[in-house]
């Protein structure tokens, strides 16, 4: 769809320039989106993507510069004057209440009352009804607790609640991180229908090979400017990473492995009610294994298995194991502390002499595994949450080299990681191997294990539905496996 | 591959407005305290006559001692992300077996390791039951309150003990060097635990478990026994707070202990340690019993009925808790 040149645009950001204290974060960025369009925007971690969009949602006034919808200019003095010009915006943070239903979060706020007070809920759940079909949640009860939900269908409502109340510019930010193949393709559905209904998407992904299926335009921003803006057709996946990082990404996987060691995890026969059945598997030493399943396939949760985090019969480990959790906020960051014991939580008990604790030793291994890995910024007293998510999963990742564990499970490895950070992840996990560690990893990210793994066991519903190595191992057949 | 420079690139915007150090914030709301302490002192100072005086200033530290040397000893539990609500119960129950070893003519430093141990075992016990059932702590300890206390009833008959000896009554009497001898002991509790949690990997354990317990657990590291120690800690603390309670009375009644939850428990919040676990100072603890102490000691002294102490000391507590949670958002 190509954009109406003549028109106005649906809402632009007219040389928006945006400081805070020591960093400009967006630098005289000029972006619209228009009229029934589906706008990509790429960028790095700290390129200036949320800022903009906070811009754009009235939560930061800009600098320099402003804010027009359907070429009027718009004072923005607080979120609700961006709400009322019709822009939605959607994050990766979850705004609902678990404890409500469906319906209550989506009219949150506008419940339709009768008689002046009381609920009307044969009316909230009509209307609710729709807007969960309009989303594809056909099957998605309005009544329904939402915490009992999957995260997937989740995030689905929280678009349902942004719809429903005469969006016109739809921001959604990340919205396929924690979603399997399917839903994506299914979220994709309802923003083409959205798209023919008149609203203008503004689309934030990692995922540079899913633009392709979803977006008109891509604008890339890096370092707070403007990189630069094209059609998509146009675009070739290297050429934008070239303009995210700004220089060439050789290779986002590192090279195969060719040979291998002893084995080093084995799931035998290995049963977990609830999560997996009849799971057989190897890792040997000086390979990356990969398990690849759509969200609930039970792929997820086989490195807790493997760790003794879930217990199940049947898993032989030799050696020194490190799980690195799906959910890096409330599985693995200590978010009261450094950077510094982030790095080193598991090692604690090393640094001591006669039982005296030696903070000096522990900031020694710090300092080191911040620049081996790269880690920014380099500051061992920082807080973890000042760091951005790619950095914060290398700290997760280091904190097991730190440990010296040579069995490394990671479940759902890159999750909300930029693609510069996320090569580097792949290439420290390599480097490993080469070393002779073993590497375990569970994913949902198709183009992710296709690069990445030695061998692949596919699960849909708690089983291993097929086994594929080497160069077997293509996107296509390990989708149509997961979708068997 | 993957070269250095885009990752500096990251650095900048993200941690831009929030790259502030952790231990600046820690140690400026730490500094924040100091000086309201310094403010309350000068306002009591110049309001009520008798405040500056040796024997007033004597009395507020003794008085604060006693509840202090308890708030030092829930603040490491508090730390690993345990809350100790049981710390006044045992306090009593402790306070009373010494007591009772004393009147029956053991010796002074047998008859406190009788009561010392009776916290170890309590802490202990609280730590086993909060770990082992995976119970929340503070539910588990509210209910071991009512347990130790129903205990300390019983097996007193509501009567007094009565704990004698002159060499016992120093404890809770005496002076050193000019000083109140629980001030010292409150020194020595705060010192012992301040190297404890500074210069142990059992006291950085604290730390990583109370920040984040799912983390430490999936990082190797044990809950259970961090936990289990860091009650037993404050079982000890406690039982040493009875018995100098007990010193300075020369008897105990069960129920005394129960009286100090309140101050103990703001002392600990007002000093800085999070409820949620994860950080907190042994200095903070500290700052707090002052506080605490000198409010109380002032409006007496301006002549402020009791009952409106009680009022205050809660709406002190409710402060606390606000800060706790701004301080919470700010991380």
């Not at chain 1, 056909?138 to 409502?157: F, M, T």
């Amino acid at each position: 769809m190509i954009p109406v040149v003549t028109s106005p645009s649906l809402v632009s950001a007219v040389g928006v320039t945006k400081d805070f204290p020591g960093v400009r974060a967006l630098d005289n960025v000029s972006f619209s989106v228009e009229i029934g369009e589906v706008h990509a925007l790429l960028g790095e971690n700290g390129a200036g993507k949320s800022t903009l969009t906070k811009v754009l949602a009235g939560d930061y006034p800009p600098d320099a510069g402003w804010v027009e919808v359907l070429g009027q200019r718009i004072r923005f003095s607080s979120p609700h004057d961006a709400r009322r010009a019709g822009i939605r915006l959607v994050t990766q943070e979850r705004s609902l209440v678990p404890s409500l239903s469906a319906a209550e979060n989506v009219f949150m706020g506008v419940l339709p009352s009768r008689a002046g007070a009381l609920l009307d809920r044969r009316e909230l759940n009509r209307r609710t009804r729709a807007e969960l079909d309009r989303v594809g949640l056909e099957h998605v009860d309005p009544g329904k607790e939402v915490g009992l939900l999957r995260p997937a269908e989740q995030q689905l409502v929280e678009i349902a609640r942004a719809l429903s109340r005469e969006g016109r510019v739809l921001i959604l930010d990340e919205p396929t991180a924690a979603l399997s193949t399917q839903e994506t393709a299914r979220l994709f559905d309802v923003v083409r229908a959205l798209r023919s209904s008149g609203v203008g998407i503004l689309y934030i992904s990692h995922r540079i090979g899913e633009l392709r299926d979803i977006a008109d335009r891509v604008t890339v921003l890096r370092d707070g400017r403007v990189a630069s803006t094209h059609l998509v057709t146009e675009t070739t996946r290297e050429g934008l990473v070239r303009e995210m990082i700004g220089r060439d990404l050789k290779e986002m996987y590192p090279r195969r492995r060719t040979s291998f060691g002893e084995p080093a995890l084995v799931f035998d026969h290995t049963t977990v009610p609830g999560i997996c059945e009849d799971i057989s598997l190897t890792v040997r030493r000086g390979e990356i294994v990969a398990v690849f399943g759509l969200v609930g396939s039970g792929a997820t949760e086989l490195p807790y298995v493997a760790a003794g985090d879930r217990p199940g019969n049947g898993v032989f480990l030799s050696g020194s194991a490190g799980l690195v959790p799906a959910d890096r906020h409330a599985e693995a960051i200590f978010p009261a502390s450094t950077l510094r014991r982030n790095l080193t939580a598991p090692s604690i008990g090393r640094y001591q002499r006669l039982g005296i604790y030696r903070r000096r030793a522990e900031q020694a291994a710090a300092e080191r595994q911040i620049e081996s890995l790269r880690i920014r910024p380099p500051a061992t007293e920082a807080l973890i949450s000042s760091l951005s998510g790619g950095n914060q999963q290398k700290v997760v990742v280091g904190r097991w080299l730190e440990r010296g564990a040579d069995v490394l499970m990671l479940s759902e490895p890159t999750r909300g990681v930029d693609v510069g950070a996320r090569a580097e992840i792949y290439a420290i996990l390599a480097s490993r191997c080469d070393a002779g560690a073993a590497v375990f990893i569970a994913s949902s990210d198709i183009d992710e294990v296709a690069g990445l793994a030695d061998q692949v066991v596919v699960m849909a519903k708690g089983r291993i539905v097929e086994r594929l190595a080497g160069s077997a191992i293509t996107t296509e057949r390990l989708l149509e496996a997961a979708t068997r | 591959m993957a070269n250095s420079e885009p990752a500096a690139a990251q650095s900048g915007p993200a941690a831009g407005p929030r790259s502030r150090s952790l231990r600046t914030l820690r140690e400026s709301s730490t500094v924040g305290l100091a000086a309201v302490v310094v403010l309350v002192s000068a306002v009591f100072a110049f309001i009520a006559p008798n405040f500056v005086t040796a024997s007033n200033i004597a009395n507020v530290a003794r008085a604060s001692a006693v509840f202090g040397i308890a708030a030092l000893g829930i603040t490491i539990p508090m730390i690993a992300g345990a809350v100790d609500l049981s710390f006044g119960a045992i306090m009593s129950l402790a306070a009373i077996g010494t007591a009772a070893q004393l009147s029956s003519g053991t010796p002074m430093l047998q008859a406190m390791a009788v009561g010392l141990a009776i916290g170890l075992g309590l802490g202990i016990l609280n730590g086993v039951i909060a770990t082992v059932l995976h119970l929340d702590s503070m539910i588990v300890t509210l209910g071991t309150l009512s347990v130790f206390g129903g205990v300390a009833f019983m097996i007193t008959n509501a009567q007094r003990t009565y704990a004698p000896g002159d060499d016992f009554a120093f404890l809770g009497r005496g002076f050193l060097i000019g000083v109140p001898v629980p001030v010292w002991i409150m020194l020595a509790v705060g010192g012992s635990l301040a190297l404890l949690l500074r210069f142990t990997t059992f006291g950085q354990r604290c730390f990583i478990v109370g920040d984040n317990s799912r983390a430490a657990s999936l990082s190797g590291l044990s809950i259970a026994r961090t936990r289990i120690a860091a009650l037993a800690i404050s079982g000890v603390a406690a039982a040493l707070a009875g018995i100098v309670i007990t010193s300075n009375d020369g008897l105990i009644y069960a129920g005394t202990g129960e009286r100090y939850l309140l101050q103990g428990l703001a002392a600990v919040v007002i000093g800085g340690t999070a409820l949620r676990g994860g950080t907190g100072t042994v200095v903070g603890t500290l700052l707090g019993i002052f506080l605490l102490g000198i409010v109380d000691n002032g409006l007496n002294l301006v002549g402020v009925p009791g009952v409106w102490q009680d009022v205050l000391r809660g709406l002190i507590l409710i402060g606390a808790l606000v800060i706790d949670r701004l301080r919470d958002s700010r991380l």
